[in-house]
């Protein structure tokens, strides 16, 4: 029998219909993460399994307990399912096992003792035992939410919901949240996850769906979606989501705005700060090579950047309109490799007019260079 | 990028908070060459700096120049990204870094 079935549901807000005719089956032991823009109803539809939203028409079964019949007992029904939500929910005046043990206690009837004894099990499992009388406010994001996860497993879920459960957490803190969600996933919990997080996706779905209009839009396995998506907006999504694009066209362009996408962009691969740091630097250095000695009458730049989960190596693209002119001459032919070598930088030297590519010849795993004479561009590729 | 400059006597303590790059690099040469006259030393504090690029070193350079003619410059608390960039540039054999 499948854990989740979904039959048929539809959402509005007022005039505006946010899911239509939507179904989907849930298999035990299926891991599925729904992906997809803000406000295409994603978080709505997983609420919905949990009956958060209350669909306006069609049908929710857990197992074979039909959710959204009049006659359901909710109560009992959602036991079967673990939510946990972007923003934690723990109770403040609670301490972190009270946190934890107040539904077992008071719902399933537990003893304290068993209901602690069983808290501290989970708690072990993800490394936060030693906070077991720690109250919430002095705990970071991650480890909260890693207390709201053990809060939903203690209730022994057949199937557990997760909507964005790190996207209220700061970067630093979002592996060790995965981190607990692979080690569920590891265990052959059923789960159903909404999430912005692409190379986590890829990691650890069954099936992957993209929702758009109003609905899914498109259905795989996460080599299918992320490879080879089929459908137009499914590619321009995946697209945007594996490349960062950028146009400077002009030479007062915001460093800072597209430094901070860079960050953003790392931070969303879970690139590491050194490489994140390169990525930034040999940006900004090849941009003002070409800005301030690439000869053109006016700017037309394009970047793109892109990262390789399979390699771990992240490339920056970048096309310059305008005449040819190759700052890497001396140090690569063609698409060939930066030569390494130290910069004239003593005071006087000769090297420092060019110094960005100093930084990037001796920065980049590879460097390639070639001119589209017929679009008249420079077209660079800087693989870190 | 913030700066914040101690006076104390002739050495000139210059700490520089966050992000050294093309954008942020002038505000540095033309608030430290404002203060830099008849001074025999002058440190760059740059425990709190996230990041530096060319254009950070440019400024480093010329500050070098003007002070290799009255005294002496030195930089301290690099961090590790940072000192990279020094590294690849060969910067950290013009410099005097502690």
């Known amino acids: ?384 | 990028m913030e700066i914040k400059k101690t006076l104390n006597g002739n050495e000139l303590l210059v700490a520089v908070e966050g992000r050294l790059d093309t954008t942020t690099a002038p505000q540095l040469e033309e608030n430290v060459r404002s203060s830099i006259d008849g001074m025999k030393s002058l440190v760059f504090d740059f425990e709190k700096l996230e990041y530096i690029s060319s254009a950070g070193l440019r400024v480093l350079l010329a500050m070098q120049k003007i002070m290799n003619k009255q005294g002496s410059m030195t930089i301290r608390n690099v961090n590790e990204t940072v000192m990279e960039v020094f590294e690849v540039t060969g910067f950290v054999d013009i410099l005097t870094i502690e």
Do not use: W
Not at chain 1, 2 to 11: F, G, H, Q
Not at chain 1, 310 to 316: A, G, P, V, Y
């Open chain 1, 1 to 384: 029998m499948s854990m989740i079935r979904v039959e048929n549901i539809s959402k509005s807000f007022g005039s505006l219909e946010v899911l239509k005719d939507v179904s989907l089956t849930v298999e035990k032991g299926e891991r599925i993460v729904i992906i997809g823009e803000s406000g295409g109803g994603k978080s709505v539809f997983l609420r919905s399994m949990d009956l958060l939203e209350v669909p306006d028409k069609g049908s929710i079964y857990i197992g074979d307990d039909e959710l959204t019949s009049p006659k359901a007992d909710l109560n009992r029904i959602r036991r079967r399912v673990g939510f946990v939500y972007q923003g934690f929910h723990l109770f403040s005046h609670l301490c972190v096992l009270d946190n934890i043990t107040l539904a077992p206690i008071r719902l399933l009837k537990m003893k304290r003792a068993e209901a602690e004894e069983k808290a501290l099990k989970l708690l072990r499992m993800v490394g936060l035992e030693s906070k077991k009388y720690a109250m919430p406010d002095v705990l970071s994001g991650g480890q909260k939410q890693r207390i709201a996860i053990v809060r939903s497993l203690i209730m022994e879920p057949e199937v557990m919901l997760f909507d964005e459960p790190t996207s209220a957490l700061d970067p630093t803190m979002v592996g060790e949240v995965l981190a607990t969600l692979r080690l569920l996933a590891k265990s052959g919990m059923t789960m159903v996850i909404v999430t912005h997080e692409m190379s986590f996706a890829r990691e650890i779905a069954t099936r992957i769906l993209y929702m758009d209009e109003k609905g899914i839009y498109e259905e795989g396995t996460p080599q299918e979606i992320f490879d080879n998506p089929k459908r137009k907006k499914t590619r321009d999504f995946i697209h945007k989501m594996k490349y960062l694009s950028y146009k400077i066209d002009s030479r007062s362009f915001d460093l800072m705005q597209l430094q901070g996408s860079i960050r953003d962009f790392a931070s969303k691969y879970g690139i590491g700060e050194k490489k994140a740091y390169r990525l930034q630097l040999c940006t900004e250095e090849l941009i003002y090579e070409m800005l301030d000695y690439g000869k053109s009458d006016c700017v037309d730049m394009s970047l793109e950047l892109s990262f390789d989960e399979k390699e771990k190596s992240s490339l920056i693209r970048l096309s310059s309109k305008g005449v040819e002119y190759n700052p890497f001459e001396k140090a690569c032919d063609g698409l060939g490799d930066g030569i390494h070598g130290k910069a004239d930088v003593s005071v006087g030297g000769d090297d420092m007019v060019h110094l960005g590519i100093t930084i990037l010849k001796n920065t980049a795993r590879r460097i390639g260079y070639r001119y589209d004479a017929g679009n008249r561009e420079n077209l660079f590729e800087i693989e870190i």
